[in-house]
């Protein structure tokens, strides 16, 4: 019993470490910073963390799901945090847990992104017809480009949760559009699984499954050609009635 308190209360002081670095890392460039500077490693505060989580029983997976969520809104890196999902709860359940912490930061990223600076962005862009055209136009079909972002790894997820806060993105369809995580999310965590051990998490001893892999990467490919062309057509569409109306 003392063993599981002492555990809960370190697991607890590094999400609290976590906190902190939600407020001073603003910017990945900031966070890259800060680790040449320091010495602050986040993949080894996010590992010990996990090491931590793997010891809490019944409560690792809320205290697992709470991590990812200051992760996220923290521009930490959340793929240590799948990849070890799959080493503390398994394929099934570290899916599960990933996806509905990654949801859950994501979306609490998208609405810091909404609140704090789309006011600005809007007033900046308020004389440009080209941009409010093109802004109007991703917001009405936001569902579509979000889907497709998500299943394309080359879009930076934690940046992306920001960006899309500053478009008419309604939150419905950000929310909803998640779900295109799926995919990656359970490709990485069995990949993680793998490693049988959060040791060898994000190093070059880590396992991995060479189909999985090139599935991840085909997937990524197709997504990513897909949503330029899409974006890129829809954004001609509003910049040609944009014309038109002016």
């Not at 609405?111 to 802004?135: H, P």
């Not at 559009?177 to 699984?193: F, K």
């Not at 499954?209 to 949503?227: E, H, K, M, S």
Request: charged share 10%; hydrophobic share 50%.
């Amino acid at each position: 019993m003392i063993d599981r308190h002492l555990t809960i209360r370190k697991f607890f002081s590094l999400l609290a470490i976590g906190a902190i670095a939600l407020l001073v890392t603003s910017s990945p460039v900031f966070a890259q910073d800060l680790t040449n500077s320091t010495g602050f490693n986040p993949q080894e505060l996010l590992r010990s963390a996990l090491q931590s989580i793997e010891n809490l029983g019944p409560i690792g997976a809320i205290a697992f799901i709470l991590l990812y969520i200051v992760a996220t809104v923290a521009f930490l890196p959340g793929s240590i945090l799948t990849l070890g999902a799959g080493v503390v709860f398994g394929v099934a359940f570290g899916s599960v847990y990933v996806f509905i912490g990654a949801t859950l930061g994501a979306t609490a990223a998208f609405l810091v992104g909404r609140y704090l600076a789309r006011d600005w962005i809007a007033k900046k862009i308020e004389g440009n017809t080209k941009f409010s055209a093109i802004d109007r136009a991703v917001g009405e079909e936001g569902l579509k480009i979000v889907l497709l972002t998500r299943l394309s790894p080359v879009f930076p997820f934690n940046l992306l949760n920001y960006a899309y806060g500053l478009t008419q993105v309604s939150l419905k369809d950000y929310f909803i559009g998640s779900v295109g995580m799926i995919p990656g999310t359970i490709m990485y965590v069995y990949i993680g699984s793998l490693a049988g051990n959060l040791a060898t998490i994000g190093t070059g001893d880590q396992p991995s499954n060479p189909t999985i892999t090139w599935t991840l990467r085909i997937i990524g490919f197709i997504a990513t050609v897909a949503v330029t062309l899409y974006v890129t057509r829809i954004a001609r569409k509003a910049l040609d009635g944009a014309i038109e109306n002016h």
